[in-house]
């Protein structure tokens, strides 16, 4: 089915790279209008140009999302610009991995805690009343499948994860409360093979270090289906909650992870 977002605007945080490029892409496609924005201000700029040239609308906006003085900036000129917004992807996020919860710095610990809970704080804050103006929408919040179970040497990943997943349920209440058409869930994505595992730093005894992770050695061992997911998969997830498809899904989360989350098989040779 072509068109699921069609006419509708959205906006996609950490949409440069991996799974939020992915979504930037399908959204595109399926005929949204999207605001895609990230620090990374080579990349963003090159996504969108190479999805404009392909039919799509995309403009992508440089963005802190743990500054609250630039998300009042955008949302003021989301809403000049387009008078409205439908859709708001809250995906930007980073892992820090340490061997042990006492290795983590304190540096580190409020440094992921505000990219990963302050920013989706934020995003909700300063979007819901623009959203509400038009009569609702969907809010689709990246969580994680650490954000559903324990993970050693990213517990304090795990809690900003599992926070996410508390929070798009509480806000889903808010808002059907509030009657306002705006429905709330999360994504709890698994072993996805994306760029982020070559950035995941490994804390105060990596020395700055990347942590030598390959999801899909990872994913062969762990994964009932037996291989990494792949951005796209996580996307078309996201596109059910965002569209009308899902128009009767508020409050809940959509686990996409190869099976982890549900139990283990024996591995086949």
């Known amino acids: ?102 290795d983590m710095t304190l540096a580190d610990w409020r440094k992921q805690n505000a990219i990963n809970l302050d920013g989706v704080f934020l995003s909700v804050k300063h979007c819901l009343p623009l959203m509400r103006k038009h009569g609702g929408g969907s809010i689709v919040m990246m969580s994680s ?19 996410v997943r508390l929070f798009a349920k509480s806000i889903a209440m808010e808002c059907a409360a509030a009657g306002d058409g705006i429905r709330v869930n999360s994504v709890h994505p698994g072993i996805i093979d994306t760029p982020i595992w070559g950035k995941i730093p490994t804390g105060a005894t990596g020395a700055g270090q990347n942590a030598p992770i390959d999801p899909e050695e990872r994913a062969r061992v762990a994964t009932p289906l037996g291989r990494a997911g792949q951005a796209a ?37």
């Open 145 to 163: 499948l650490a954000g559903l179970r324990g993970a050693p040497g990213l517990s304090a990943y795990s809690l900003t994860k599992g926070g």
């Open 1 to 102: 089915m072509a068109g699921q977002v069609e006419g509708k605007v959205a906006l996609v945080t950490g949409g440069a790279s991996g799974i939020g490029e992915a979504i930037v892409e399908l959204f595109a496609r399926e005929g949204a209008t999207v605001i895609a924005t990230d620090i990374d201000e080579l990349r963003g700029p090159e996504l969108a140009k190479r999805v404009t040239s392909a039919g799509g609308k995309v403009i992508f906006l440089e963005q802190d999302v743990t500054s609250e003085e630039r998300w009042i900036e955008m949302v003021a000129e989301i809403g000049k610009r387009y008078g409205r917004l439908d859709i708001l992807v809250a995906n930007a996020g980073i892992g820090i991995a340490v061997p042990s919860i006492v």
């Open 233 to 269: 998969e996580i996307a078309s997830g996201v596109l059910y909650l965002a569209s009308d498809a899902s128009r009767y899904v508020t409050g809940s989360e959509l686990v996409i992870d190869g099976g982890m989350n549900a139990g283990g098989v024996p591995r086949r040779a």
